[in-house]
């Protein structure tokens, strides 16, 4: 018995083994304890490495080297010889950065690893037939994807366009020099966000090595408020308060993990006899509430990796409007906002901010048409090939342009009366809750049939409203500037100009800030 169990750890992993009696003692997959572990060494080197090897101990090479090696062990530790995916990505593109034309390098290396990550996402689902473990390497892959291109087009920003061409947005964020080697390295395996991110901006990185990432951000706050240099003689904010906040806000989504997520499984929303036996409405609650039981494993893991790169120094985006530190630059979501939001668009703004940045930058900014579809496309392409990934984000798309169509068309009428507009945000929520529930359901199922199975069980009733919506709703608003699809997302802030946010986690850039809520 105690063999066919090693077995089935052992069939789990391509990394190391050294935490497998771990593994069987806590009864959980030893990939996951191996990924668990790395993030909570990480964590006590992130402290050590703002301690110990800050810029006024250390030049910005050995932090560099540092960074990237730890990444490194961390990548082997996890993955073993799947490891070398990644690293070899990660040369192929630095070699292009260096070799090819500055023109087309931003085309290059948006080929190259958007092509090789979708290679590698083919042969996990298919070659291997939906063997999906629950931390492998297609995950770091996916955040160094997201890095090698926003550096690509950010260095075609700087070196081939003048500064009138470039958006508010995108001329701070330029890059005017090719990097090393190793600070290439370090951008991209840094062990900070090796593992789920998230993906910054390489200026704000660079910054953050070479000890400017503070101070740069305090000299913008006293600069506005006295137009004085005060800042020079304030010692840096500690992160301490931020980390021990976020690492209790991990602590209590481990906690329903065990206690709530497990009890509410995804895959019974297509069991056969729960589909054939239970009433639409039983079906539709059980939807809901194993959706929201499902959320806090990526509250857990994000809000961790905040706290690390946090720990390290890393993620200070200024003073708030009480003048107290506001650790969110690295923040990846806002709970408080998703779990209340009333519109698809703040939830979406507020669920992986980073990746909605990403998204932005590298294509919806540059798409010369059909921008929404493209961005769509592009990150359905980006999370895998998946078939329930592109049922997600197609379903997406008339949900979005519904719920367009009736703010702009209904929610002036509710914004007089506080009664009214109370019982209109009170189904607005549950209207979105209850969408968003429906819209992921096949992210999480992943094959064709349980999402069709689901999508039938459910009548395809988001479907039909929210087509019947948006037609319906189509020429009762025409705005006098381009459509909201062509703005979506359009203004998200810079996280070089935009300004720190004051509560907890708030998206320093929204994903899609102009898009109708």
């Keep these: 018995m105690g063999e066919r169990e090693e077995s089935a750890f052992d069939v789990k992993t391509t990394g190391s083994k050294w ?22 060494f990480a964590l006590a080197a992130a402290f050590w490495f703002r301690l110990y090897l800050s810029p006024s101990h250390a030049n910005p090479l050995v932090r560099h080297a540092v960074a ?21 990505v990660v040369l192929a593109s630095y070699l292009i950065i260096i070799k090819a034309d500055i023109n087309n390098v931003h085309r290059y290396s948006m080929v190259t690893a958007m092509g090789y990550l979708t290679a590698c996402q083919v042969s996990r689902a298919f070659i291997y037939n939906y063997g999906v473990l629950s931390t492998d390497f297609s995950g770091p892959l996916m955040i160094v994807t997201q890095k090698i291109t926003t550096l690509a087009f950010q260095l075609h920003d700087g070196m081939c366009k003048k500064s009138e061409q470039l958006t508010s947005e995108q001329k701070p ?27 910054s901006n390489y200026k704000e990185y660079i910054d953050f090595i070479e000890g400017r990432h503070i101070g740069k951000r305090l000299r913008q706050h006293f600069g506005t408020c006295n137009g004085q240099n005060g800042y020079d003689k304030t010692p840096d904010p500690s992160p301490l308060n931020a980390v021990c906040r976020k690492l209790l806000v991990c602590s209590g989504c481990l906690l329903f ?16 006899h729960f589909v054939s036996q239970a009433p639409f ?12 039981a499902a959320r806090p494993k990526f509250y857990f893991a994000w809000t961790l990796a905040d706290a690390v790169n946090n720990a390290a120094g890393y993620g200070f985006s200024g003073l708030d409007k009480n003048g107290k530190p506001s650790w969110d630059l690295t923040c990846n979501l806002n709970i408080l906002e998703i779990e209340t939001a009333t519109s698809f668009k703040t939830f979406i703004d507020n669920w992986n901010i980073r990746t909605g940045i990403w998204l932005k930058t590298v294509c919806y900014d540059r798409a010369p048409q059909h921008r929404l ?34 703010r702009k068309s209904v929610r002036h009428y509710f914004l007089g009366f506080g009664g009214l507009k109370l019982g209109y945000d009170i189904f607005t929520w549950a209207a979105t809750q209850l969408a968003i529930c429906y819209t992921v359901m096949p992210f999480l199922l992943l094959a064709v049939e349980p999402a069709l199975v689901y999508y039938r069980s459910m009548y395809f009733h988001v479907h039909i409203i929210s087509i019947l919506v948006a037609i319906a709703l189509h020429w009762k608003h025409k705005p006098s500037e381009p459509s909201a699809a062509t703005k979506t997302f359009s203004s998200s802030s810079s996280s070089s100009s935009s300004p720190p946010c004051s509560a907890q986690c708030q998206p320093v850039h929204s994903n899609n800030n102009d898009k109708v809520d």
């Excluded at 062990?73 to 073993?80: H, R, T």
């Excluded at 039983?282 to 194993?290: G, I, K, P, Q």
């Design 19 to 40: 935490l497998l009696p771990v593994s069987e003692y806590l009864g959980f997959p030893l990939d996951q304890v191996n990924f668990l572990a790395c993030q909570l």
């Design 68 to 88: 990237a090696l730890l990444g490194i062990v961390f990548l082997i530790f996890c993955f073993g010889w799947y490891s070398a995916h990644i690293l070899t």
């Design 173 to 199: 964020l330029a890059v005017n020099v090719r990097p090393s080697l190793i600070e290439y390295l370090s951008y991209n395996l840094n062990f900070l966000s090796v593992f789920v991110g998230p993906c």
């Design 257 to 272: 993990f065990f206690t709530v997520t497990r009890s509410l499984p995804i895959t019974y929303n297509v069991d056969p």
């Design 281 to 292: 409405l039983t079906r539709l609650a059980y939807a809901f509430f194993s959706i929201q």
């Design 373 to 406: 579809a493209l961005t769509f496309i592009l990150s359905a392409l980006w999370h895998g090939v998946y078939p329930g990934y592109y049922f997600t984000f197609i379903t997406a798309i008339p949900i979005t342009m519904a719920a367009r169509a009736v």
